[in-house]
């Protein structure tokens, strides 16, 4: 493969990938024992590889994806696995009217999470501290990778993704959209906070999320079940499956997902961005073509701004001819910084945070599998 | 009269924080999507849409007062899914005229809807939506009896979840951009949508 201009020497590439190992190792395997530590290592040391190949190349896309990919259905068959434990179905059981909370349902459902929180802080609850501790975690990822969550970390991210490159070359192309269109997802999530407020309901699980297709949880009148069923299925295989199947856009991400316009929101707390050189940028649009979740306009490109919505998933940066388009850190103290110094942070922190994250389910599916293979 | 103006108030400060809850999902997106972007204007804004509120009140507290014990729950709750219907509709058709002023017909319909008032509007018709609070107030006035105290009770009620309402003008200074105008418009074109959804399943 032509390398990149990005591409590092080996050398530093094997010693930025061992520095990772060691690092998630080192964060994640403690807790850990026997076959359960084994499939820990084995995956840091997958990780590790992916990595390597990233900082050798230079080209982030087709690794990120790997990884990204194999988290995301990890995470799946984790979900339905503990739900076989807990429920002995993996579909819809009548007798749970429980909704579990995601990532994506907190953001939706923050202003509810606030007066939960005021009331345990109140009453002195402590045990129900616990989305406020969740608060700080994501509190803390958000520092670190904000809006890079969206193409690290997220299993929705990686489920589009993955049926975005199905295809070699979309076969119905779409570059723009109409005006405004790409703000949807924050239309959703001021609608989502608002509703769950009034309605003391986490309103996105219980209409949009696409997952609860094969669970429980519904409202048990039958009218309103279907239509939930209904929600639940067009927006799963239109905006996960068949839109990015067809154009290789991530639909979900780009028009539904609220958490995403979320953390771009939250996100500009992070330092790091995605900029574009206005000295080497050419105007060719490669990088609007290539980009899965609409985040350069054509008016936006020739101002060389990047959307707020960008999720630093590295597509344009390897597309782009002139090597135009990269990651950079604000703020004064990095001012000074050259522009691989800011790529090989964020690489590093994104690998580092994706990686702590899947090392939550990933290596226990590996077990399950093995186990499974080994009769 | 002033025992009954205060104890208004005490019940509206005690539930404010629902009628916030309430009031926030139609206030908000207008807020964006009017994009008047100075806390004058939108202080306007939110006061018209609280003397639609305040007329709603004191004309729900009179005639409630007023027919007293003969005016059975049952029947505000009908006039309470009627006025959620019609408030989604309001919002919805604002919306959509306002964030398509290209559009022909929007145009036209823009021309013909008193899209002026929309915020008096509004107050009036969130006024009559029948919450959990607005029941135990109405339940209490049946109790009291009498026009006049039904008014005086409301304008208390008014007052204590009125202050709860003064914090969603922190809105303003997101007003100012193109951005956030439209994508109030868009919330509230799915908020709207998503009341007539409630409305229709009855809920
Ligand atoms: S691909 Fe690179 S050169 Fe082409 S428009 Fe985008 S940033 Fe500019
Ligand atoms: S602008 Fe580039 S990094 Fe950002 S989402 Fe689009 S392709 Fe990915």
Redesign the pocket.
């Known amino acids: 493969m032509k390398l990149h201009q990005a591409a590092l020497p080996t050398r530093t590439s094997v010693v930025l990938a061992t520095v990772l190992f060691l690092a998630l190792v080192g964060l994640t395997a403690g807790a850990a024992n026997g076959e359960r530590l084994i499939a820990r290592i084995v995956w840091a040391g997958m990780i590790a590889v992916m990595a390597g190949r990233v900082f050798v190349t230079g080209r982030i896309s087709r690794w990120r994806s790997v990884f990204f990919i194999i988290l995301a259905w990890a995470f799946i068959v984790q979900f339905k696995a503990t739900l076989i434990g807990l429920t002995g179905s993996a579909f819809i059981t009548p007798d749970i009217q429980e909704v579990p909370y995601c990532h994506i349902a907190i953001a939706s459902s923050f202003l509810n999470h606030l007066y939960q929180q005021y009331l345990a802080f109140m009453s002195g609850a402590w045990r129900q501290w616990s989305p406020l501790t969740w608060g700080v975690v994501w509190l803390g990822v958000t520092l670190v990778l904000g809006q890079a969550w969206c ?1 690290w970390a997220c299993f929705y991210g990686g489920l589009d993704n993955g049926f975005a490159l199905l295809r070699r070359k979309p076969l119905v192309k779409w570059v723009w959209l109409p005006k405004g269109v790409r703000d949807l997802p924050a239309a959703i999530l001021i609608a989502m906070l608002l509703l769950s407020l009034v309605t003391l309901k986490p309103i996105f699980c219980l209409w949009v999320c696409p997952l609860k297709l094969g669970t429980g949880f519904l409202e048990p009148d039958q009218l309103t079940r279907k239509l939930q069923l209904l929600s639940f299925a067009t927006i799963g295989i239109v905006f996960l499956v068949v839109l990015p199947w067809l154009t290789k856009k991530r639909a979900f991400c780009g028009l539904i997902c609220p958490f995403g316009a979320w953390q771009a929101f939250v996100g500009r707390l992070n330092p790091y961005r ?1 900029q574009i050189q206005p000295d080497r940028c050419t105007q060719c649009q490669r ?1 609007i073509v ?7 306009e054509r008016e936006g490109l020739k101002q060389h701004r ?2 707020p ?9 390897d ?1 782009c001819p002139t090597d135009a ?1 990269g990651y950079s850190l604000v703020g004064k103290p990095f001012a000074s910084l050259p522009p691989k110094t800011a790529r090989i942070a964020f690489l590093l922190s994104a690998w580092l945070i994706g990686g702590a994250v899947s090392m939550w389910f990933v290596p226990e599916v590996m077990v399950k599998l093995w186990r499974w293979v080994a009769g | 009269m002033i025992r009954i103006l205060l104890e208004g108030w005490l019940l509206g400060l005690s539930t404010g924080p629902y009628c916030l809850g309430a009031c926030a999902p139609f206030l908000v997106p207008f807020l964006l999507a009017e994009g008047a972007g100075t806390l004058r204007r939108n202080v306007a804004l939110v006061s018209e849409f609280l003397l639609g509120r305040l007329v709603a009140y004191l004309a729900f507290g009179a005639a409630v007062g007023w027919v007293g014990e003969t005016l059975k729950p049952h029947l505000s709750q009908h006039l309470a899914s009627a006025a959620l219907v019609v408030t989604s509709a309001v919002m919805i058709l604002y919306a959509v005229v306002k964030g398509l002023p290209q559009w022909k017909l929007c145009a036209l319909t823009a021309r013909r809807l008193p899209m002026r008032r929309v915020p008096f509007l509004l107050g009036v018709l969130i006024g009559i939506n029948v919450c959990p609070p607005f029941l135990v107030a109405m339940a209490r006035i049946i109790q009291l009896g009498g026009a006049a105290t039904g008014a005086v009770f409301f304008l208390g009620f008014f007052a204590g979840t009125t202050l709860l309402t003064v914090p969603l003008l922190v809105v303003s200074p997101f007003t100012r951009s193109q951005r956030a105008q439209r994508i109030g418009t868009l919330a509230a074109i799915l908020i709207g949508a998503w009341f007539l959804l409630t409305a229709w399943l009855g809920r």
């Open positions: 193409s995605v990088c290539v980009c899965p979740t609409f985040a350069i990047v959307l919505y960008c999720n630093r998933c590295g597509e344009c940066m597309a388009i």
